[in-house]
């Protein structure tokens, strides 16, 4: 079975930054795309961005265009966000996904291996 941790989250100010990482294990890595969704409460779990098998094809999320970067490293089995120029909308639980079969969307149901996610606060 695969299994996802996220790590990386935590408290910082508006204007600060954060890296937070996604290791994944049970299958050949390099073989399946992945994604960064995100929840906050009361709102339904968004797309943030996504990143092919290959670390050559990444899509993102309007509102983090320019201030949030996706890649990967598949040597290591793990797959980075790295968020920078936060803000306080940006405040939310961050899950990893990737789908049981090749290909990647922006739609949270195509993906069927999550993570537990990480908290991600932006204070004001």
């Known amino acids: 079975q695969v299994h996802i941790v996220e790590s990386g989250g935590g408290l910082v100010q508006a204007g600060g930054s954060l890296r937070l990482s996604c290791a994944a294990s049970?299958?050949?890595?390099?073989?399946?795309?992945m994604a960064w969704f995100r929840q906050a409460p009361g709102k339904e779990r968004e797309f943030v961005a996504a990143?092919?098998?290959?670390?050559?094809?990444?899509d993102y999320a309007d509102s983090v265009k320019g201030r949030f970067t996706i890649s990967r490293d598949n040597a290591k089995n793990t797959m980075y966000l790295q968020m920078n120029s936060l803000k306080p909308e940006d405040t939310a639980v961050y899950y990893c996904?990737?789908?049981?079969?090749?290909?990647?969307?922006?739609?949270?149901?195509?993906?069927?291996?999550w993570g537990q996610g990480t908290q991600v606060t932006v204070s004001s």
């Open positions: 049970g299958r050949t890595f390099s073989d399946y795309a």
């Open positions: 990143i092919s098998w290959s670390g050559i094809v990444t």
């Open positions: 996904a990737t789908p049981r079969i090749r290909g990647y969307s922006d739609s949270a149901n195509f993906y069927g291996y």
